[in-house]
């Protein structure tokens, strides 16, 4: 996969050229239409087909109590052992006997290590203008929820949503983007009447593990375990991952917590500000108890690439397809000419990406013999191939190809867009 990605132009190392930045990595062309994809795929679901959401868009950089509320500067730690021997950190939870799993080296005594990733603000590097590079994007939400409930005039049970970079000094760094540094979330916090908390749990659970069968992750590849008592966060109340079954194990894709009101109560004793909801309508006051899916971006595309990926036999040849439902593909066409020195063919190919251009990505690409276009557009994804013959010079028609089935279909030149625009809204 890692090696499919960078050829393919989805995933590339962070600063490649100069050796690489451990667990930081960059969207490649194809990555960045994926990203971009999924991102409105889930905003759709959340904040347009849903009215009972709205989303936001936060800073990065926070005031610093903002962490101290949260309970990130004293519990957001990992506890840590070094090799005396070859210099490499592990986590205490990763070690099994008394020496280095790697090279039987002697261990240091363990030590608390904060995984906040820090800068300083202002001119003057000092502690009064440190500050944090947010590690969830969750906080934004809880200091902003006044102001939504204000500004929409919003009445509980609803939520808010965002997407955005979130920032982590992870120790163990493997796995390609599963864990990175610098990384994605799609989150929501969906404030609820303390008490109907329960319920509103269980529907979230339910829904978010349904949304990623709705965009074409295999059930069985999918599960949902939920945490012992001992396992959860100082302020989660239950917690459910939903975890898919990559290579390396079963792993967490989004964690869905019952964090109860501790949140909003502690910026409510932080910063002095009354955080109180009032309900109107039966005259009660009360600070509202978040449910809370929070996804990794990156981890989900992971995911999505690595359910996709299928090798086919097809007339003895091996065919590599990516399945990628139809709203992720990052190209949703490809126009082939046939004969790459006919003008007038070269000419209608153009012309048929240029109409396409207005709805979706598509690419046009005449750089190869038409098999082995195919096979690069199988390759990444793309749902449709349109060619363009000889014949379609005089009967007007286009040869369009399904990406799964390999089905075939002419379709008069003039109705390509709206036979694609059909097919791909489905
Ligand atoms: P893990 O136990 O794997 O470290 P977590 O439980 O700390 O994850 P959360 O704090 O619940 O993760 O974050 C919510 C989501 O953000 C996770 O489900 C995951 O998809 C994503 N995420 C968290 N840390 C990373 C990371 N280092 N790289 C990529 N995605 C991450």
Known sequence: MVSLCKRRGFIFQSSEIYGGLAATWDYGPLGAELKRNLKEAWWRSIV?????????????????????????VSNFEDTLVDCKGCK??????????????????????????????????GPIEDATSLTYLRPETAQGIFVNFKNVVDSMRRKVPFGIAQTGKSFRNEVTTKSFTFRSREFEQMEIEFFVKPGTDEEWYSKWVA???????????????????????????????????IE?????????????????????????????K???????????????????????????????????????????????????????????????PLLRNRPDIVELAHKITDDLKKDSKVRY??????????????????????????????????????????????????KVRDYLKERLER
Not at 48 to 63: H, K, P, S
Request: proline letters at 3%; aromatic letters at 10%.
């Open 274 to 336: 009354d955080i109180e909801y009032f309900d109107d309508v039966t005259n009660e006051r009360y600070i509202p108890y978040v449910i809370e899916p929070s996804g990794g971006i990156d981890r989900s595309i992971l995911a999505f690439l690595f359910d996709a990926y299928r090798e086919e036999k097809v007339k003895d040849e091996k065919r590599v397809v990516l399945g990628l439902h139809k709203s992720l593909a990052p190209l949703k066409a490809a126009v082939l």
């Open 365 to 414: 690409d005449d750089t190869a013999s038409i098999g082995r276009l195919y096979r690069r557009q199988d390759e990444v994804g793309t749902p449709y191939c349109i060619t363009v013959d000889v014949d379609s010079l005089t009967d007007r028609k286009v040869t369009v190809r399904d990406r799964d089935t390999m089905k075939q279909d002419r379709v008069e030149v003039s």
């Open 48 to 72: 347009y087909e849903r009215d009972d959401i709205e989303g936001l868009d936060c800073a990065i950089l926070m005031r610093p109590e903002t962490w101290m509320a949260s309970g990130h």
């Open 244 to 272: 898919y079954n990559f290579p390396f194990g079963w792993s967490e894709l989004e964690g869905i917590a019952n964090r109860t009101d501790f949140d909003l109560k502690q910026h409510g004793r932080l910063s002095g």
């Open 88 to 121: 490499k950190r592990f986590k205490i939870e990763h070690i099994t006997g008394k020496k280095c799993p790697e090279c039987g080296g002697e261990l240091t005594q363990p030590r608390q290590f904060n995984m906040m990733l820090k800068t300083h603000l």
């Open 207 to 241: 829904e978010r593990f349904e949304w990623y069968v709705k965009f074409g992750m295999r059930k069985e590849n999918l599960r949902m375990r939920q945490h012992r008592k001992e396992e959860l966060a100082h302020y989660a109340k239950a917690c459910t991952d």
